[in-house]
């Protein structure tokens, strides 16, 4: 099993739309998690992190579900600038490893 | 704070050729990393440094070292550029687990 794991997409979603997609990990000793959001030919930038107990920022929400190992980022009233590739990010184990996952492309549709 | 900068933004190299890709942060940050990213992939880690004077080895070091001088200064050298080597590389900084990256370099070796 991949130590991070994501649909790579792409999700097609009209404007307006809800979409969520999750992230799952390997080690059950994962203690941080981050949404990273990647538009085409630029860098990657911190989105939002993930708590136990969820993450809300406006239209975004971040879940962790430790039981099953995944994270979930969902998206109310998507907008066509939220068309991008979402980078899921799990550090790992006492030395804090840090690994990305390959990322999931989302297009939103006008 | 300008944050992490990169230079170049591009180049192309011949094979065998050498070259530094540096990079440079203003936040204090005692972690760097340097990522490569292929087209359509995700990120890998090349080198990582915790501190002035100290760098370890990622995922996929060979052809690549690093040297880490002073807190701001992490640049990566490639000594025989090879096709393979053709990428996108970023540079990141951190003060925990939180990365921030820089605009990223463009490399092409033919």
């Known amino acids: 099993r991949k130590e991070v794991e994501q649909d790579p997409g792409p999700f097609n979603v009209p404007e307006g739309a809800t979409v969520a997609f999750n992230c799952t990990y390997s080690?059950?000793?994962?203690?941080?998690f981050f949404w990273y959001r990647q538009d085409c030919r630029k860098e990657p930038k911190l989105l939002m992190s993930?708590?136990?107990s969820g993450n809300e920022d406006g239209r975004f929400t971040a879940q962790l579900n430790r039981a099953s190992q995944y994270i979930s980022l969902l998206i109310r009233d998507s907008k066509l600038s939220d068309s991008a590739t979402y980078l899921c990010?799990?550090?790992?184990?006492?030395?804090?490893?840090?690994?990305f996952g390959k990322g999931t492309r989302l297009h939103i549709l006008p | 704070n300008t944050g992490v900068t990169q230079t170049p933004k591009f180049r192309i190299l011949k094979i065998g050729q050498s070259m530094t890709l540096q990079c440079t942060q203003d936040?204090?940050?005692?972690?760097m990393y340097w990522y490569r990213q292929d087209p359509g992939m995700g990120l890998k880690l090349i080198y990582y440094?915790?501190?002035?004077?100290?760098?370890d080895k990622g995922e996929v070091p060979n052809g690549y070292n690093v040297s880490r001088s002073t807190t701001e200064d992490f640049p990566l050298r490639l000594e025989l550029a090879a096709p393979s080597q053709t990428s996108v590389y970023f540079c990141?900084?951190?003060?925990?687990?939180?990365?921030?990256f820089g605009p990223g370099t463009r490399l092409t070796v033919t």
């Open positions: 936040m204090n940050h005692n972690y």
């Open positions: 993930v708590y136990s």
């Open positions: 440094s915790v501190g002035a004077g100290i760098t």
């Open positions: 080690n059950s000793a994962s203690q941080s």
């Open positions: 990010v799990v550090t790992s184990g006492r030395d804090d490893k840090i690994i």
């Open positions: 990141a900084s951190s003060y925990s687990v939180e990365q921030y």
